[in-house]
C-alpha cells in the first residue's frame, strides 16, 4: 500500500478538509495490512481500513477532529479487549487532517515521511537514508513507523495494463483493475460511442485500426486482447509478437487459439514467441457472464505480478 496523493487531492478539491486514516502499524491478525488507508469527510469516507468496529470507530473520531479542528492523533487498538473483534491482534492508526495547504507541503517526492503526534527533533538518519535512496535509486520502502516518524512510498504505477476492446467484457474488466493501486490502465477501441463512462485515470485511446496503437505500448506493457473482431485480435497478437511485452492474454476458446497459433506461425512467428501469448484467459469454471469473466481475468492479472514490483514493495 502507498499513500495516494492524487486520490488525496481529489477529495480535498471536492470537500475541502478531510482526514486521511491509515494503519500504520499492525501487531498478530488485523482486517488490513500496514499502509491500507481511508478518505473521511463530514458526508462519507472513501477507501477503508478493513470494515466492521474497527472502521466504524476510526470514521466516527475522524469525524470529530475534522469538526472540532484537532490535531492529528495515533490510536493504539487492540482488537479484542477494545473492539470486540474476532481478530486478535493489535494496529496502530494514523490520523491526519489534510487541506489544500498542507497538501501544497508535499512537494513531489516519491516518499512521504513525517513526524508522528508527539515526536519532537530533527528527522532521524534513518528516515533521511531512505528519502536519499528513493530520490538516488527509486527505492521504495513498506509503509512503517521508523523512529517516531512515518513513512509510506507515494502511489505510482508499477505496472502498465492494455486492455484492447470496449465490449462487455472490457468494460467488466476495467470496472474490476481500475480501482486497483499501482495500476496504469490504458483502453482502445474504434469508437468513443464503443466507451462507456471511463473511469479517472483510465487512458482512453480510438482508433479506426487499434493495432496501429500497437508501437505506442511502452515494452514492458501487459496486454488483455478482447476486442469485437477475430481478425483485430491476431492483427494486434501479430504486432505485438513483433513488437515486444511484458504478458499477452486473449480472450477465446482453445478452438480459437489453435487457430490462431496456426495464422501467426504462417506470419513469421515462432513457437516460443507464440508460447508467450496466454489463451485462454479467465477461469472458465466462474462462467461466461461478462463479470465472471472479468473477475477470472482481473484474478491472473493479480496473480502475475513480477518479482521484481513484489520485491520493490517488500524492500526495506
Known amino acids: 500500500m502507498s499513500f495516494d496523493r492524487e486520490t488525496l487531492t481529489r477529495a480535498v478539491a471536492e470537500h475541502g478538509a478531510v482526514a486521511r486514516v491509515v494503519v500504520a502499524e499492525v501487531k498478530g491478525s488485523a482486517p488490513r495490512e500496514e499502509g491500507a488507508a481511508m478518505l473521511v469527510w463530514a458526508g462519507g469516507q472513501s477507501g477503508t481500513i478493513g470494515g ?36 486478535g491482534g493489535a494496529v496502530v492508526l494514523l490520523s491526519e487532517v489534510w487541506g489544500a495547504e498542507r497538501l501544497a507541503t508535499l512537494g513531489d517526492g516519491t516518499v ?47 505496472r502498465d495494463i ?20 499501482g495500476l496504469r490502465l490504458t483502453w482502445i477501441d474504434t469508437d468513443a460511442a464503443r466507451f462507456p463512462d471511463v473511469p479517472e485515470g483510465v487512458v482512453r485511446k480510438i482508433a479506426a485500426n487499434p493495432a496501429d496503437l500497437v508501437p505506442d505500448a511502452p515494452g514492458h506493457a501487459e496486454h488483455l486482447v478482447l476486442t469485437f473482431s477475430h481478425a483485430l485480435d491476431l492483427e494486434i497478437c501479430h504486432r505485438l509478437l513483433g513488437h515486444g511485452f511484458g504478458m499477452a492474454g486473449l480472450i477465446g ?64
Open 162 to 181: 492494455w486492455i484492447w476492446g470496449a465490449g462487455h467484457v472490457g468494460r467488466a474488466l476495467v470496472s474490476v483493475l481500475a480501482p486497483l493501486p
Open 112 to 158: 512521504i515521511a513525517r513526524p508522528l503526534p508527539g515526536t519532537t527533533g530533527e528527522m532521524p538518519l534513518s528516515v533521511r537514508r531512505i528519502l536519499n535512496r528513493a530520490r538516488g535509486e527509486g527505492f521504495r520502502p513498506v509503509p512503517r513507523i521508523l523512529h517516531g516518524w512515518m513513512v509510506e512510498p507515494v502511489t505510482a504505477p508499477m
Open 52 to 87: 466492521g468496529a474497527l472502521e466504524y470507530e476510526a470514521a466516527a473520531k475522524a469525524r470529530d477532529m475534522l469538526a472540532d479542528g484537532g490535531d492529528d492523533r495515533l490510536d493504539r487498538m487492540p482488537l479484542g479487549p477494545a473492539l470486540n473483534q474476532c481478530c
Open 253 to 316: 476458446s482453445a478452438t480459437k487459439w489453435a487457430r490462431f497459433r496456426s495464422r501467426l506461425k504462417a506470419l513469421g512467428h515462432a513457437d516460443g514467441q507464440i508460447d508467450r501469448i496466454r489463451c485462454p484467459i479467465g477461469d472458465p469454471s466462474l462462467g461466461k457472464h461478462p463479470q465472471a469473466i472479468a473477475v477470472g481475468v482481473a484474478t491472473e492479472v493479480l496473480k502475475a505480478k513480477t518479482a521484481q514490483n513484489s520485491q520493490k514493495e517488500r524492500a526495506g
